[in-house]
């Protein structure tokens, strides 16, 4: 399915995508296991959608690696690693500017792989996918969570940028 054309008189999508810059977000790594192996993808598209039952969605484009990981009926669980003050590097690595130097802090919750010095670990069991354009949104049910209080890390115009 193509993604719907914009009326001539509507917004460009440049326009589009400089006001949408304007939403400041955290910086997530999703995390999910493949074939033994620890996969991550940067995601900031994250949303928490209710508490009763506590639920959180992220949208992945379709052309990434984490999208078919995530599409498989045997991946039953993703993490979401919400990121640090500090963790530019590591949003970076994920985001496709792999750093081989970079020490990834890897640790396993129930099987699940998760990010140590992250300032937050959500776990969650996979329970729908749906589909917008070019993206699907995957939706979790919440199963664990462990935070700090610590500054975030967040993404605003196009730029990371620090609280404070």
């Known amino acids: 399915m193509s993604p719907p054309s914009l009326p001539h008189d509507a917004i460009t999508?440049?326009?589009?995508?400089?006001?949408?810059?304007?939403?400041?977000?955290?910086?997530?790594?999703?995390?999910a296991t493949h074939d033994g192996g620890h996969r991550g993808m940067t995601a900031s598209a994250v949303i928490g959608l209710s508490h009763e039952p506590p639920?959180?969605?992220?949208?992945v484009r379709h052309d990434r690696k984490m999208h078919a990981l995530l599409s498989r009926p045997e991946v039953t669980h993703f993490g979401l690693n919400v990121l640090s003050s500090t963790q530019k590097k590591l949003s970076e690595h994920f985001a496709g500017k792999p750093d081989p130097a970079l020490p990834l802090a890897w640790f396993e919750h129930e099987g699940l792989p998760l990010l140590g010095g992250t300032i937050a670990q959500i776990v969650c069991r996979k329970d729908q996918a749906l589909t917008f354009s070019d993206h699907t949104l995957f939706t979790g049910l919440i199963e664990y969570t462990r935070f700090t209080d610590d500054d975030p890390l967040v993404y605003f115009r196009g730029q990371y940028h620090e609280l404070g």
């Open 13 to 31: 999508r440049d326009e589009l995508w400089q006001t949408l810059g304007r939403l400041s977000s955290g910086v997530c790594i999703l995390t």
């Open 55 to 59: 639920t959180l969605g992220v949208a």
